[in-house]
């Protein structure tokens, strides 16, 4: 109609215009995609032609809780969001990089859009979208000639544990750091002499400032703030990434992502947990349990079916048992402020007592968590003196976190208490549904389920065993040599750290591993055989500086989070020598190693080593995602969203908005194994400490997200 009513020439110049608002429809049905009534579809132009490879946001604030859907475009700039809610309305913009984000524009399901893009004007602003990865590698590095003693950093503190603290243990542990609220100072702090300065200031904010300070000033010897300061000097000069993203291509340009606020502004959302790993059908579309550790103990519920948000209030059996901040039995954080927030003042925003960690569910639906119970100190039948076979073998003075359970069938809270620590939860596949925990410190610890259910007696459920290593070669657990303590002929050898960090039962053979060392001590693998009660431990080479969360294939094989900025892998078939005796101690099977490369530049100086500091790996061993079985997938922190490796390569899987999406863990679901990709799905939550710090700033929310990888961009 509006052709004919208007000249050639004027219809050309009312289609540019239209097309310079970003609020023109396709003009042609052929160059856009078919889409159903609860589609968004069309085409993402510039003057340039088709944009391949940007994403396509949609979201709206008119259901229960903020919602969004993002997509990749095709290589002729196609989209199609699908299954939209229908009846609301949404915003809907295209993001890329080389590009600024394009006007915003209002949109319902069933509609086709042609939406113009307009590239970046100058590198700063095409930068401001990049990746924190491409800023934080801006980070200098100590030249290996600082260490040792020759400088201001403590002589104990080598260049490989520095690396390790800049990586994904100390401040990426917790935080993205390079997105624009980290790689700026804010200016409620005031003005400062230097960028070493306003970090010395910057740290001592909020509930964990004294951590911070404690580790930034203590441990590393205050030489940490020179390096930060100077990183954030540079770019407050107008210093930029020397390297640029790739837009999504491939199989990256298949991926789905929908996103739903959860938990509040000022709470942060450690972890969520969706399915029984064994057996992912279990809660099929069923809602999510959220596990907002030492924020709040009102643990946020998301039914992704109605876009609804509830909370769950978890006590503790002792009322009166203190708050709890941080890692249990080492407190790294104060109960009120010490010193002013740039955004919350001095208000104290965190107050918790039950300090939910981690959740897994089991194959009956009901959901396991690493929590308090209760205080630190353990009752009698954990200490010297008790009766308690696994405290006969080796008493447990403190606790502090153990172990409790909700069946959402009858909202039934229940304590399980243990002697030993608790930290991540993970279901065995033995017939006793056997709980493996990690966090347990010096010790494995375990709660049989079955017998917990039968008997309602969590003490008789629960045991546990020190790491001994078999080095007289016998086969089982005779007397042994302490840790720190000279090996002794004819005895095993206990060893100890930092203990467990990741736990991962074999589901095969029946052996328990674990990340272990991730803090202090020697970094690498643990392999524990519940039957002999005998341990393995398989250090992490030196090049592989350490190792952070892990996870273990169909077929034995451990995957891990590398501080090399490499995902770690390790199969112990490889092994050569043998695997007790004298020597078999940590460094004796070096062949069973291998290093991934994770995307993104380095460090000056370690270009070789991708700067990404991930935070968890998690193996996919029911394509619950639709990369294939047996898939490792690790959490990419600094990246925005995730990578998983498969064939080789390794597969970007982005999540763009809201900018600084920062994941601890993730879990994969099949609600329909007959629905194709659409019944299948990764799950996550955006997990860093302050989600003030990502796009939007004060007053977001933790985003539970769901990535899904259909066949084709155009697939609805």
Sequence with gaps: MLRSLLPRTCFAVVLALLAFMGLSHAPAAAQSPAIDDDDIGGVVRSASGPE???????ETTELPTKFARIVVTDDQGRFVIPDLPKSVNYTVWARGYGLIDSPKRRAKAGQVLEITAAAAPDAASAAQYYPAIYWYSMLKMPPAKDFGGASDIPQNISLELWRRRFNNTDCIGCHQIGQEATRTV???????????????????????????????????????FKYLGDWTDRIAKGALPPSKPARPEGVERNVVVTSWEWATEKHFVHDLISSDRRYPTVNAYGPLYGSPEYSTDDMPILDPKTHTVRFFKMPVADPKAPESFGPPLHPNATVNPIGASAYWGEEKIWSQKANNHNGMFDKKG??????????????????????????????????????????????????????????????????????????????????????????????????????VLDTNANGRVDDYSEPGKPAEAGKDMRVAGSGPY???????????????????????????DPKTKLSEFYAIPKNGIGVRGGDIDKNGVLWGSGSNGSLISFDRRKCKGPLN??????????????????????????????????????????????????????TANLNDGFVAYKDGKMIMLRIPYPIGFFAKGLDGRIDDPNAGWKGRGLWSTSGDRTPWLMEGGKGSKPRAVHIQVRPDPLAK
């Design 186 to 224: 804010p200016a409620a702090f005031g003005t400062f002499k230097s960028g070493e300065e306003a970090w010395m200031r910057r740290v001592a904010s909020g509930q964990t400032g004294e951590w911070m300070i404690n580790r930034l000033a203590g441990e590393l010897g205050g030489v940490p």
């Design 502 to 528: 990741a736990v991962m039962p074999h589901p095969s053979d029946g052996s328990v591993w674990y990340t272990v060392n991730v803090f202090v001590g020697t970094p690498g693998f643990m392999r524990f």
């Design 52 to 58: 391949a490879g940007v994403w396509v946001i949609a």
């Design 581 to 634: 005796g004298p020597t078999a101690t940590g460094e004796h099977c070096p062949e069973g190693f291998a290093f991934h490369r994770y995307p993104g530049p380095g460090f000056e100086g370690f270009e070789t080593d991708s700067a990404e500091a991930s935070y968890y790996t998690w193996v996919d061993h029911h394509d619950t995602v639709g990369l294939g079985e047996n898939v490792p997938i690790s």
């Design 366 to 467: 009901r959901v396991w968590f690493a929590a308090a119970v209760r205080g630190i100190e353990n009752p009698d039948v954990c200490k010297k003196g008790s009766e308690h076979p696994s405290a006969k073998a080796f008493p447990l003075e403190r606790s502090g976190r153990q172990v409790s359970m909700l069946d959402p069938a009858t909202n039934k809270y229940n304590f399980i208490d243990t002697c030993f620590t608790t930290h991540h939860p993970q279901f065995g596949y033995d017939a006793d549904d056997t709980l493996w925990l990690s966090g347990t410190g010096p010790v494995a610890g375990w709660v049989n389920t079955r017998l917990w259910e039968e008997t309602g007696d969590a003490f008789k459920a629960q045991g546990w065993a020190p790491f």
